[in-house]
């Protein structure tokens, strides 16, 4: 059990690029979730997976943002065209179905300047 | 976004003092767990709940699934200096989502 993974750890961007981040989660773990969190702030839900299938979207949700599982392994999630809002810590969690016990990864930092 | 109701918003006190912290909604929630998030790191697991009334301990720290479903507490005794940190709860509906509502958190900072 190598935990749940997030790459990269930091990303720096200008506002209107896009940028992509990765989420490996735990090998058994047949959920995926991700979440955003805010400065001083808990984590707020964005959207989950069960295998590759996406369940559920939070309104936070933007146009600009989505989300994959392609093969319900690893997921990515997209931000198009960045504004300063988008600048958060983007994390990641994975669980296994009939045991609802969420795992973190050490998240993403957004910065958009 | 949604987010729980949780208390104290934080709190400084001496090492070797117990810590209690809890959280609450008008919702009612099918499991609690309770998260340690030190600065820049994801948040890490402390408890999982599963049962109303359910009361679990992981060495210094217990906590309790509220009787109504709808509330929860994280006791942490004899707190030390490694204890600083922000404590969230969070809670899955009892409604058919799997989704996760994370408290507001509490800051807890000890002194030496």
């Not at chain 2, 949780?6 to 809890?22: A, K, L, R, T, Y």
């Amino acid at each position: 059990d190598t935990g749940v993974s997030q790459n990269p750890r930091h990303k720096i961007t200008k506002r209107g690029q896009n940028v992509t981040f990765r989420c490996d989660p735990i090998s058994e773990h047949n959920r995926l979730y991700w979440y955003r969190q805010t400065l001083g702030q808990g984590p707020e839900f964005l959207t989950y997976f069960q295998n590759e299938a996406q369940l559920e979207k939070s309104r936070l949700l933007s146009d600009r943002f989505s989300a994959e599982r392609p093969k319900g392994s690893f997921s990515t999630l997209e931000i198009q065209r960045t504004e300063q809002g988008d600048s958060a810590m983007y994390l990641c969690a994975s669980s296994n179905t009939g045991k609802e016990t969420q795992y973190f990864g050490p998240g993403t930092r957004l910065l958009v300047l | 976004g949604q987010q729980l109701n949780q208390s104290p918003q934080s709190m400084f006190i001496q090492e070797g003092e117990d810590v209690s912290m809890n959280c609450t909604s008008s919702s009612i929630f099918n499991t609690w767990l309770w998260y340690k998030q030190d600065p820049g790191e994801g948040p890490v697991l402390l408890i999982a709940l599963y049962k109303a009334g359910e009361l679990t301990s992981n060495g210094r720290l217990t906590a309790q699934f509220g009787i109504t479903r709808k509330d929860s507490f994280l006791n942490i005794s004899a707190s030390i200096p490694s204890d600083v940190g922000i404590y969230f709860c969070a809670g899955q509906l009892f409604s058919g989502t799997y989704k996760y509502i994370f408290g507001t958190g509490t800051r807890l900072k000890v002194l030496a």
